[in-house]
């Protein structure tokens, strides 16, 4: 009890520290030198053409939330059907109604227009 | 088995269809669309209402949800308020609020489904998944305000440390069960001599004062109400702080009613008294009536907080009455806010100059619960502040009820401020009409009739009980 009591006092001992050094005097312990080709994007020999602070399309963000939605849906499904075999119909209702309420957004968005590339 | 489940649930329930089905009705195009959500909302809320009435007490869904008596009177208080404020809504008068008028009525209901799971949770995962529900949507909310540059920000700043509070509830979630082995709040030993369990009350009530803004935590809470939309004010200001206290009530019960420990009580205490005095001193600089509406609310829910550790056996009935006033006044105070033409830059003390001149009704209901709010005799307020002031007197002496005094004397100071401008002689200085519509005129009237009954007999709140 006092052993893992005393490790949680050692990590707020040692870590808030660290922590505050590192976020303010970070900067100071970085070696300012001229960079040239290990600060391209892509440095394999090839030149490369633009830099890589460039503008991504508000497109590929909203494509990648709903992404997120549906691999969630995977990640819950997974174990629910490895399980299924004795479930109950409270657990079989439970999961039809986190399917609808997902179809549901999922609905939403495509009559909004948002699974469309050009907005 | 689920159809035990759902007589405990229907209100929820039918809160969730009701929120689909506005989900719904934002896709479709026809004629009478705003009418239908009127409708949909009306009907959808009074039905979940009535059914809370209905709903037997006791556990549910594995004991992880509870019904009494007193979780169905706040639940009630919930969906009452948020009824006003929801037809605060449906009632804008700006385009992009029209435009989205489903949106925000989804997310204001998902967002009392949340509370009103929040009150009822007895367990830690069901506790943090509804405080989820809860603040989630208030993100989104606090986003959708007129001033994209200003309310993207409150929104960012709001995310990050919301998602950051939630953090330190699962990690005090985490501490209590290493304690106890259990994730119900029942299994917790607060009678246990450790640092482990201070440690974890500390994690949790972080995360409650972020949520509450009480005053260590309170940062967000005036650019948020600052660039979120006016007609959310009346639902950000109340539910989520009543909800969470509310369960902080249940969740304290057993470590109050016998005085376990009294460092975490202490602990509590301190929290409370310094949000009601920092909190009081923050408000005294602002000059922004939103600003200072949002501040003001710091103190109030440091008194809500010392409701908590008294015995809830004595103090639930005057906590309640507290929760009801607050609701009442507040939900008032931002209808007749958003009947003043749209300030969508610096809603200055001055713009209210000479309002009485104007509009008297307007000006008399708004100095009516500025009044309620500070604790005036013949307002509600008055019995709320007074009530816990007498029951923190007799549970642990005079130094409570004196913070509590300090408070209502500096309230006195910055709501009179407010009051002073509304019936300053100078010309009302907006040339607009005063949108006052008759959904407006019904809520103020029935807001100004609760403040000021409450204030006359208060003991008509057992009327419910």
Known sequence: MQYSYFLMVFLVIVGIPLFMILISKGARFVINRKRNVSDSIYECGEPSIESSWKQIPVSYFKIALIFILFDIEIVFIF???????????????????????????WIYAYKKGYLKWEM | MIMNVLTFLLPEIILVILSFALLANSIVNYKRKIMANKTMILVGIIASGFFILKTPEGFYLNSTFENTSSTKIIKLLLIFGSLLSLSLISNSKTDQLKKYLDEYSFLLIVSLVGGMLVVSSREFFGLIISVEL??????????????????IEAATK???????????????????????GSTYFVDINWALDDYIIILASIFLLATISFKCALYPFHFWVSDTYEAAPINMLPFLSTIPKISIIAFLLFFFDGLVAELLNKKIIFIVGFLSVISIFFGSLLVIKQNNLLRLLAYSGIPHAGIMLIGIIVPSSISLDFIILYFTFYIFANVGLYVCLNCLPTVIENFNLDKLNGLYERNPFLALSISCFLLSLAGAPLFGGFWGKFNIALISYKAYGVFLPSAILLSVLISFYYYLKIIRAIFNHKQFNQVENIDFSMINKIIITICVFITIILGINPAILQILT
């Open chain 2, 134 to 151: 809860l603040s989630i949507p208030l993100y989104l909310i606090s986003g959708m305000g007129l001033d994209p540059s200003k309310s």
């Open chain 1, 79 to 105: 174990p629910w059907i490895l399980s299924l075999g004795n479930s109950s119909e409270l657990s079989y209702l439970s999961f039809i109604t986190f399917i609808i309420i997902l179809f549901i957004g």
């Open chain 2, 158 to 180: 709001l995310f990050f440390f919301g998602t950051l509070s939630t953090v330190f509830l699962i990690f005090s979630a985490v501490l209590f069960y290493s304690l106890s």
